[in-house]
């Protein structure tokens, strides 16, 4: 059984930085790529970056934080993480983690492509 636990959520000043963990149980983390999703109220979930698996400085952003965040991972620590600089009002949402269904991916924007998800963390950027 694989869990997915995301943390370091909170409220923001706007300019102001964040940093996302997500830890996951469960063998094999360094097989799956790993992504970062969220979802404002009234929207449907976007895509935000993802990593390959066993990571490689292969990653990919959306457009709107390409420059601002930066994913990582730690396969020692099953964790994955999502560096947020330059935060903006719009970027206000609940941010879920997620892992592709299959092993040695390149990640995907996608999200009918991963299979697990953690239970999201709130981030708020006040203007």
């Known amino acids: 059984q694989v869990q997915l636990v995301e943390s370091g959520g909170g409220l923001v000043q706007a300019g102001g930085s964040l940093r996302l963990s997500c830890a996951a149980s469960g063998r094999s983390f360094s097989n799956y790529a790993m992504g970062w999703f969220r979802q404002a109220p009234g929207k449907e979930r976007e895509f935000v970056a993802a990593?390959?698996?066993?990571?490689?400085?292969?990653?990919d952003y959306a457009d709107s934080v390409k420059g601002r965040f930066t994913i990582s991972r730690d396969n020692a620590k099953n964790t994955v993480y999502l560096q947020m600089n330059s935060l903006k009002p719009e970027d206000t949402a609940v941010y879920y983690c997620?892992?592709?269904?299959?092993?040695?991916?390149?990640?995907?924007?996608?999200?009918?492509?991963?299979?697990?998800w953690g239970q999201g963390t709130q981030v708020t950027v006040s203007s």
């Open positions: 997620g892992r592709q269904a299959w092993e040695y991916g390149l990640g995907s924007r996608n999200f009918n492509e991963y299979n697990y």
């Open positions: 990593i390959r698996w066993n990571g490689g400085g292969t990653t």
